[in-house]
Antibody
Framework: QVQLVQSGPEVKKPGASVKVSCKTS????????ISWVRQAPGQGLEWLGW????????NYAQKIKSRVTVTTEKFTSTVYLQLNNLRSDDTAVYYC????????????WGQGTRVTVSA | QSVLTQPPSVSGAPGQRVTISCTGS?????????VHWYQQLPGTTPKRVVY???NRPSGVPDRFSGSRSGPSASLAITGLQAEDEADYYC???????????FGGGTKLTVL
């Protein structure tokens, strides 16, 4: 079965960087893209970025583009989200999701990784 | 302020029908991009309940249905059950932003 398993919770200080992993299994990794979505405490869902697992093309939300990098590691079927220069308003649960494109949306989600930014 | 507009809350009694609207614009839903709906139970990961405007994933009860007209879409839930109490989000693609966009979310309360 399709699974997306994310790395554990992180606590970081303002200005630091965080790297969250999303290990996929149960399907051909290069057949689908992966999107990252976050949810701040008590808030809604916010799309952060996408990567093609086929060729590594990326697309990022304008709001966060200067601080985010999404990469893949094909031999482990893992996708990474790195967020730099962390601020307190980056505190959120970060989700990876398998991206089927505009016709299907996000069909499978990771369990979420809580990132806390605090001095 | 979200690109896709949803009512903050809706409510209904068990057995009733409720609808949740999602209003976009000419660069997203109105441009023909499909709408997908997600249910997020308290403390859990979002789950897709409708994709491609009207399609239900395997395992989602037929009490859930979606529709789209012009720049708007709707999620209808019939025969409300206590277990339907959750937050619901719509998702579509926006060509002006070149980005996926979510609605702000709607909290469904089963009275």
């Amino acid at each position: 079965q399709v699974q997306l398993v994310q790395s554990g919770p992180e606590v970081k200080k303002p200005g630091a960087s965080v790297k969250v992993s999303c290990k996929t299994s149960g399907y051909t990794f290069t057949s689908y893209g992966i999107s990252w979505v976050r949810q701040a405490p008590g808030q809604g869902l916010e799309w952060l970025g996408w990567i093609s697992a086929y060729n590594g093309d990326t697309n990022y939300a304008q709001k966060i583009k200067s601080r985010v990098t999404v990469t893949t590691e094909k031999f482990t079927s893992t996708v990474y989200l790195q967020l730099n220069n962390l601020r307190s308003d980056d505190t959120a649960v970060y989700y990876c999701a398998r991206d089927l494109g505009s016709l299907g949306g996000f069909d499978m989600w990771g369990q979420g990784t809580r990132v806390t930014v605090s001095a | 302020q979200s690109v896709l507009t949803q009512p903050p809350s809706v409510s209904g009694a068990p057995g009733q029908r409720v609808t949740i609207s999602c209003t976009g614009s000419s660069s997203n839903i109105g441009a023909g991009y499909d709408v997908h709906w997600y249910q997020q139970l308290p403390g859990t990961t979002p789950k897709r309940v409708v994709y491609g405007n009207t399609n239900r994933p395997s395992g989602v009860p037929d009490r859930f249905s979606g529709s789209r007209s012009g720049p708007s879409a709707s999620l209808a839930i019939t025969g409300l059950q206590a277990e339907d109490e959750a937050d619901y989000y719509c998702l579509s693609y926006d060509s002006s932003l070149s980005a996926w966009v979510f609605g702000g979310g709607t909290k469904l309360t089963v009275l």
